[in-house]
């Protein structure tokens, strides 16, 4: 069988390895776990998916205090508390204060939609276990109206992690997983033309030499990343500097390289 | 199928499950991986592999299954396409390519064109195209792109897939196992496995607080006024002990790095540090330059941090046996009338959680390591690494 579907879009260049991940995560009804540096387009990744197969996304942030009975539905007691105080019509119907979270949101929806569940690892230990059953079956009921959401139609799901937390086994072993190797110099060259795609060559070609000695400087504390590239090779435009200075004068590095500390070291290494 | 693959890679240590082991089946099945080791090798790594940090083992365990097909398959693959000739308009051309290949030597083996196309690399000095010898385009030789020759090494032009072998060759994972010793972002990943295990402190305000609801609602004349209040924290208390004495030096870095990630998680309730030289005396250093008198006393140390403190020990154990058992074995400070093991007996028993890491452990039993083995026995030794400081971390917040 061929796999047919996600090939990349105008403005998201992927890899042939990302793309097959992505098909097959689709053809097998899995989730789509996705790793790698910051700033190599994995939250960028959902965007792109939903936008070539003309879905629509739901995107659920996930933050440290995140639960995930949030993303399934919430029951808004103290608002009906309140309404019941002042007699308020409707209080009797419970359905009016229960409101579907992001999860719920995808599974109710009419048509099949992209569910992005963006930066997992920041919730809590026990977070991805809680939703084992939910994403298997694609369902969940609500007790207070007994009644059951499914899915209408199986969201395509995917889940970015920037590796802060172990993710539970039983978790990981339901998902398809595709760690984004940071992008080698043809594929960054790709990257960054299909942003701005008259960038001068000589521009863009010491811009990225001066990029990937940064990225092998051993003490460098943080890597710049492709979205740092991107800013970068935009601000060198913009200011119109001439291609040959940007090596010896590195002009607006500040964009690519954040910490102090990292300043100091780029400043006094010799990039060449 | 592949039932040795499915063994060998839990024999690397994969924890490869019957679930995942169906799905990739079911992937085989359905035909996802087409007739290509290559796609095989990147389908079967999404579906059973789920960290990075064990691409290697799988790398490794696909080299050792695979290896005698990966010969199988080039060979079977030129001899495919000299037998593919379907294409009429294409025969006369496809001879004399064959006709080419045939006369020079057969290049399969993989490492003597490697070699030949190291050698011709050096030599080569301009362009070529359609030649027998060197490196180009639409040529018979073993090297360049776009030539008749299928066996042999490509140079530049379009990459799709990387080659399983290609890629298992190049270990290019090796970087990401996590046994490895760890710098500083692996450091602050770790310490946050201790915040996760503590209540949060930067958690909103979820309960509801019934005497302040009680309170507002009165004095509200009875109508409902709801007050909220963070729940119950119960914040981690750390107390780093660290070594700085001269064999340590090699590791300066790495101490630095674990000092820096501590402080910039700034989720604990209170982070103490001090340092001592090669085992713990009387003194506790305020720097790790363990300068004489910018000290305090252990014994102070005792009395005002509490029991409660988690204490990690970072310090390699490596001293002579009179260090630790003699009460003068302190070449550089006071002994305080007891000896180094005395003392690391007072720690353990004032403190409720002590580990300790040490970036050159021995492991299991070192005899000709006299002092590490008697501190193992004392507490807890971990070496620093991220699985390492990972287990520490769970062994300071696991109850006893």
Same mark, same amino acid.
């Given at each position: 069988?061929?796999?047919?579907?996600?090939?990349?879009?105008?403005?998201?260049?992927?890899?042939?390895?990302?793309?097959?991940?992505?098909?097959?995560?689709?053809?097998?009804?899995?989730?789509?776990?996705?790793?790698?540096?910051?700033?190599?387009?994995?939250?960028?990744?959902?965007?792109?998916?939903?936008?070539?197969?003309?879905?629509?996304?739901?995107?659920?942030?996930?933050?440290?205090?995140?639960?995930?009975?949030?993303?399934? @539905?919430? @029951?808004?007691?103290?608002?009906?508390?309140?309404?019941?105080?002042?007699?308020?019509?409707?209080?009797?119907?419970?359905?009016? @204060?229960?409101?579907?979270?992001?999860?719920?949101?995808?599974?109710?929806?009419?048509?099949?939609?992209?569910?992005?569940?963006?930066?997992?690892?920041?919730?809590?230990?026990?977070?991805?276990?809680?939703?084992?059953?939910?994403?298997?079956?694609?369902?969940? @009921?609500?007790?207070?109206?007994?009644?059951?959401?499914?899915?209408?139609?199986?969201?395509?799901?995917?889940?970015?992690?920037?590796?802060?937390?172990?993710?539970?086994?039983?978790?990981?072993?339901?998902?398809?997983?595709?760690?984004?190797?940071?992008?080698?110099?043809?594929?960054?060259?790709?990257?960054?033309?299909?942003?701005?795609?008259?960038?001068?060559?000589?521009?863009?070609?010491?811009?990225?030499?001066?990029?990937?000695?940064?990225?092998?400087?051993?003490?460098?504390?943080?890597?710049?990343?492709?979205?740092?590239?991107?800013?970068?090779?935009?601000?060198?435009?913009?200011?119109?500097?001439?291609?040959?200075?940007?090596?010896?004068?590195?002009?607006?590095?500040?964009?690519?390289?954040?910490?102090?500390?990292?300043?100091?070291?780029?400043?006094?290494?010799?990039?060449? | 199928?592949?039932?040795?693959?499915?063994?060998?890679?839990?024999?690397?240590?994969?924890?490869?499950?019957?679930?995942?082991?169906?799905?990739?089946?079911?992937?085989?099945?359905?035909?996802?991986?087409?007739?290509?080791?290559?796609?095989?090798?990147?389908?079967?790594?999404?579906?059973?592999?789920?960290?990075?940090?064990?691409?290697?083992?799988?790398?490794?365990?696909?080299?050792?299954?695979?290896?005698?097909?990966?010969?199988?398959?080039?060979?079977?693959?030129?001899?495919?396409?000299?037998?593919?000739?379907?294409?009429?308009?294409?025969?006369?051309?496809?001879?004399?390519?064959?006709?080419?290949?045939?006369?020079?030597?057969?290049?399969?083996?993989? *490492?003597?064109?490697? *070699?030949?196309?190291?050698?011709?690399?050096?030599?080569?000095?301009?362009?070529?195209?359609?030649?027998?010898?060197?490196?180009?385009?639409?040529?018979?030789?073993?090297?360049?792109?776009?030539?008749?020759?299928?066996?042999?090494?490509?140079?530049?032009?379009?990459?799709?897939?990387?080659?399983?072998?290609?890629?298992?060759?190049?270990?290019?994972?090796?970087?990401?196992?996590?046994?490895?010793?760890?710098?500083?972002?692996?450091?602050?990943?770790?310490?946050?496995?201790?915040?996760?295990?503590?209540?949060?402190?930067?958690?909103?305000?979820?309960?509801?607080?019934?005497?302040?609801?009680?309170?507002?609602?009165?004095?509200?004349?009875?109508?409902?006024?709801?007050?909220?209040?963070?729940?119950?924290?119960?914040?981690?208390?750390?107390?780093?002990?660290?070594?700085?004495?001269?064999?340590?030096?090699?590791?300066?870095?790495?101490?630095?790095?674990?000092?820096?990630?501590? $402080?910039?998680?700034? $989720?604990?309730?209170?982070?103490?540090?001090?340092?001592?030289?090669?085992?713990?005396?009387?003194?506790?250093?305020?720097?790790?330059?363990?300068?004489?008198?910018?000290?305090?006393?252990?014994?102070?140390?005792?009395?005002?941090?509490?029991?409660?403190?988690?204490?990690?020990?970072?310090?390699?154990?490596?001293?002579?046996?009179?260090?630790?058992?003699?009460?003068?074995?302190?070449?550089?400070?006071?002994?305080?009338?007891?000896?180094?093991?005395?003392?690391?007996?007072?720690?353990?028993?004032?403190?409720?959680?002590?580990?300790?890491?040490?970036?050159?452990?021995?492991?299991?039993?070192?005899?000709?390591?006299?002092?590490?083995?008697?501190?193992?026995?004392?507490?807890?030794?971990?070496?620093?690494?991220?699985?390492?400081?990972?287990?520490?971390?769970?062994?300071?917040?696991?109850?006893?």
């Amino acid at each position: 069988m061929e796999l047919q579907g996600f090939q990349g879009t105008n403005d998201y260049v992927a890899s042939e390895e990302l793309m097959a991940s992505v098909n097959i995560a689709i053809a097998l009804k899995k989730p789509l776990l996705i790793k790698g540096e910051p700033g190599t387009g994995k939250t960028r990744l959902a965007e792109a998916v939903a936008n070539a197969l003309g879905k629509r996304l739901i995107i659920w942030n996930i933050k440290s205090t995140t639960k995930a009975q949030e993303g399934l @539905y919430v @029951y808004d007691t103290i608002q009906r508390l309140y309404d019941g105080q002042f007699g308020e019509e409707g209080v009797d119907d419970i359905a009016r @204060y229960i409101k579907l979270g992001k999860l719920g949101e995808a599974f109710d929806s009419e048509e099949q939609v992209v569910l992005l569940i963006d930066e997992i690892d920041k919730a809590d230990l026990e977070f991805p276990n809680d939703l084992l059953w939910e994403l298997d079956q694609m369902e969940f @009921y609500i007790n207070e109206t007994k009644r059951t959401v499914k899915a209408k139609h199986r969201p395509i799901v995917m889940i970015t992690s920037n590796a802060e937390k172990e993710l539970p086994d039983a978790f990981l072993r339901r998902c398809i997983f595709h760690y984004i190797d940071f992008p080698g110099r043809e594929l960054m060259e790709q990257i960054v033309r299909v942003h701005f795609p008259d960038v001068e060559e000589h521009l863009l070609n010491n811009a990225m030499d001066v990029f990937y000695a940064i990225r092998s400087l051993r003490d460098v504390r943080k890597k710049p990343s492709t979205s740092e590239l991107i800013d970068w090779v935009n601000a060198l435009q913009i200011g119109g500097i001439p291609a040959d200075k940007i090596r010896s004068a590195l002009p607006f590095v500040g964009v690519v390289v954040k910490k102090d500390e990292d300043l100091e070291l780029v400043r006094h290494s010799d990039l060449s | 199928m592949f039932i040795k693959f499915f063994e060998t890679l839990r024999a690397k240590g994969l924890r490869v499950t019957l679930g995942e082991w169906l799905t990739l089946q079911e992937a085989l099945d359905r035909g996802f991986c087409g007739s290509s080791l290559t796609q095989f090798y990147y389908v079967a790594r999404m579906i059973l592999v789920k960290s990075e940090t064990d691409f290697d083992k799988y790398d490794m365990a696909f080299e050792e299954c695979f290896k005698a097909v990966q010969r199988e398959t080039e060979v079977g693959a030129q001899m495919l396409r000299w037998l593919d000739k379907s294409d009429m308009m294409e025969l006369a051309h496809e001879q004399a390519r064959d006709h080419l290949n045939k006369t020079e030597d057969l290049q399969i083996d993989k *490492e003597d064109v490697e *070699e030949k196309f190291r050698a011709r690399l050096k030599d080569q000095d301009s362009e070529h195209n359609g030649g027998s010898f060197w490196i180009g385009t639409m040529g018979k030789t073993s090297f360049g792109n776009m030539g008749g020759n299928v066996g042999g090494v490509r140079v530049g032009g379009q990459t799709g897939y990387q080659s399983a072998f290609a890629v298992v060759g190049a270990r290019k994972y090796r970087d990401f196992r996590d046994d490895r010793v760890i710098d500083n972002r692996q450091f602050q990943m770790a310490f946050r496995k201790l915040r996760q295990f503590s209540s949060r402190l930067d958690i909103p305000e979820t309960e509801l607080d019934i005497d302040g609801t009680v309170d507002k609602t009165c004095s509200n004349g009875g109508c409902l006024q709801i007050v909220m209040q963070k729940p119950r924290k119960n914040a981690v208390k750390l107390l780093l002990l660290m070594d700085s004495g001269g064999t340590m030096i090699p590791y300066s870095t790495l101490l630095n790095d674990l000092f820096q990630a501590v $402080h910039k998680s700034n $989720h604990y309730k209170d982070v103490k540090a001090y340092y001592f030289h090669n085992c713990i005396y009387s003194k506790l250093y305020k720097t790790p330059e363990c300068e004489n008198g910018d000290w305090i006393d252990t014994e102070w140390m005792f009395r005002n941090l509490d029991s409660d403190y988690k204490v990690i020990v970072v310090g390699d154990a490596a001293m002579a046996p009179e260090e630790l058992y003699s009460d003068t074995g302190n070449y550089r400070g006071p002994n305080g009338g007891l000896s180094g093991y005395e003392w690391l007996k007072l720690v353990k028993r004032h403190y409720k959680r002590v580990v300790w890491l040490n970036p050159k452990m021995a492991p299991g039993k070192a005899p000709w390591r006299e002092a590490e083995t008697a501190i193992k026995e004392m507490f807890p030794m971990f070496k620093l690494t991220v699985d390492g400081l990972n287990r520490a971390m769970v062994k300071l917040m696991a109850n006893r």
